[in-house]
């Protein structure tokens, strides 16, 4: 009988499924859109119940689309955004939402509600903090579980499971209340290479000493390729499987990415930390792999195994991306919907502006892109964008010129970031971008011009689901271990090669970015009132 693995994910906006055969082929996806909420400012809430609902339709919809056989589909692996679900102690939903509904009961990954307890958590100078950056974000679960226990005390007292979104699914679709390595290194401050992973001095001085019971949070960390066990005989009927079925550990999403994008280039022992996988859709996440550990301010780990065994994982981040590009559209006189048509439409005509005025093209506008803070490399949730060089123009043509350096200083920004990483012994010089990025031909030429890395996108699939997909494939037995797999997987990738006539345009980008940065400080510090009381 073939052999199929179900890959799930789930995004900001929605679950996503893809079918894929052993060898790492995608034979058919589908896509169901998911709820979310935003009460107030800088809060954004999830419906745990609407996810699973759609991850179940999802998974029936691709399953039919392929006409396979349900017994067919020997692996499960879900992946999906750190965010934070919390349920009673009965496992059902409980509320976290100002509006005091209990529908909403998981904190978005993008929400910074909790940005006073992350500062908090970063100046007790805990050596936690040496793993995640130097600095603790709002988007890392423990400064909301904080946030929680304040604000919502009455929630927090009838609280009996905290969940990262990946872990809840595996929940739901196994019983089991095992934790993955990724979410618990990257998010809760979990020290998998230590011999005691939890450090419960950390959080009893954050107030977060019950958090372990109540949330039922276990002493030791699940690792990346291992099954949590078959579906339950409920999870299989919803999501059109059976119970021979095996589900594979959880995987934050970019993370999937990252195994999609380098695993297959793990054997290649330290040659691995030349390779960047460049996850980019709404928000970007880079990840770097290497043998050894290497803490770099403002950039995330270094987090032993959260990706693949034996490894150490980098992670720096844009907090906005394809968000910023969709509120350029939006917040401009010529803008309106941000859909795919108006940005494809903005691409073509900049492109034939380019090819009349070089890339010199609106060479006195300039973006500081941190318009949803800076995660990376400065690790400031407070960093604010910059325009400057604005003009009374409001044609169609000033908005492709503002969406022109408004990608550019996207791309400047994962430059900024990879100075960082080498500057600590990376020597990265091929990107491999997955994600929505992948089909904005500005974006993908830039990152190559900008950084001046060979840039590899994946051709037939995508390398969030196949990364999901390698980590069902180890857990349904297809493949001895997780590195086999991802070998055993690998799919073709288009290069993009760097121009270098583009070089001195963009290093001189580059030079007013970073002063850009700089004079953002100074101003910052002038009306920093509280510094001349």
Request: hydrophobic share 40%; net charge negative.
């Amino acid at each position: 009988m073939p052999q199929h693995i179900l890959a799930i994910d789930v995004g900001t906006g929605s679950a996503r499924a893809g079918i894929f055969d052993p060898q790492g082929r995608l034979l058919a996806r589908d896509e169901i859109p998911i709820h979310m909420n935003n009460p107030v400012a800088d809060h954004a809430e999830h419906d745990s119940e609407n996810i699973w609902e759609s991850v179940c339709r999802a998974a029936r919809a691709v399953v039919a689309k392929t006409n396979i056989l349900s017994e067919e589909v020997v692996g499960i692996g879900f992946d999906a955004t750190c965010s934070l679900v919390v349920r009673d102690r009965t496992g059902r939903q409980l509320g976290v939402s100002s509006d005091n509904s209990p529908r909403w009961d998981t904190i978005v990954w993008l929400d910074h509600r909790a940005k006073a307890e992350a500062e908090e958590c970063t100046k007790t100078r805990h050596r936690v903090l040496n793993y995640i950056g130097g600095v603790m974000s709002p988007e890392m679960e423990v400064p909301k579980l904080m946030w929680l226990k304040r604000h919502m005390p009455e929630a927090w007292e009838k609280a009996g499971y905290f969940f990262d979104l990946a872990d809840f699914l595996t929940w739901k679709s196994s019983g089991s209340l095992d934790r993955s390595q990724c979410t618990l290194t990257c998010k809760w401050t979990y020290l998998a290479h230590e011999k005691i992973g939890w450090q419960r001095d950390f959080f009893h001085s954050v107030g977060l000493a019950d958090a372990f019971e109540r949330g039922r949070l276990p002493e030791i960390a699940t690792p990346i390729g291992s099954s949590t066990g078959p579906l339950t005989a409920r999870s299989a009927e919803e999501l059109g499987l059976t119970t021979s079925c095996r589900v594979g550990v959880g995987i934050i999403d970019a993370h999937a990415g990252a195994l999609g994008t380098l695993g297959p280039f793990a054997s290649t022992g330290t040659a691995i930390d030349s390779h960047l996988g460049l996850i980019a859709g709404t928000s970007s996440c880079l990840m770097a792999l290497s043998t050894l550990p290497r803490p770099t301010h403002g950039v995330w780990g270094p987090y032993f195994g959260a990706a693949l065994p034996l490894l150490w994982l980098n992670e720096g981040g844009q907090s906005a991306t394809g968000a910023l590009l969709d509120h350029i559209i939006r917040n401009h006189a010529s803008g309106g919907e941000a859909d795919a048509a108006t940005h494809r439409r903005i691409a073509e005509r900049v492109m034939q502006l380019l090819s009349e005025e070089s890339w010199d093209l609106a060479g006195r506008l300039h973006v500081l892109p941190d318009f949803h803070g800076n995660r990376s490399p400065l690790a400031d949730a407070n960093a604010v964008g910059v325009l400057s060089g604005l003009t009374l123009d409001s044609s169609f043509d000033s908005l492709c010129r503002l969406y022109w350096r408004t990608a550019i200083g996207i791309a400047l920004g994962v430059r900024h970031i990879l100075d960082a990483l080498n500057a600590k012994g990376f020597r990265i010089d091929t990107l491999h971008v997955t994600g929505g990025h992948t089909k904005n031909p500005i974006l993908m030429q830039l990152y190559a011009d900008v950084t001046g890395c060979n840039v590899l996108e994946h051709t037939d699939s995508d390398a969030v689901l196949l990364g999901t997909a390698m980590l069902a494939a180890a857990a349904g037995g297809l493949y001895p271990s997780l590195t086999s797999a991802c070998e055993a997987m690998r799919q073709p990738e288009t290069m993009h090669r760097p121009n270098l006539a583009a070089r001195p345009r963009f290093d001189r980008d580059y030079r007013v970015f970073l002063e850009m940065h700089r004079q953002r400080r100074a101003l910052d510090a002038i009306g920093d009132t509280s510094a001349h009381e």
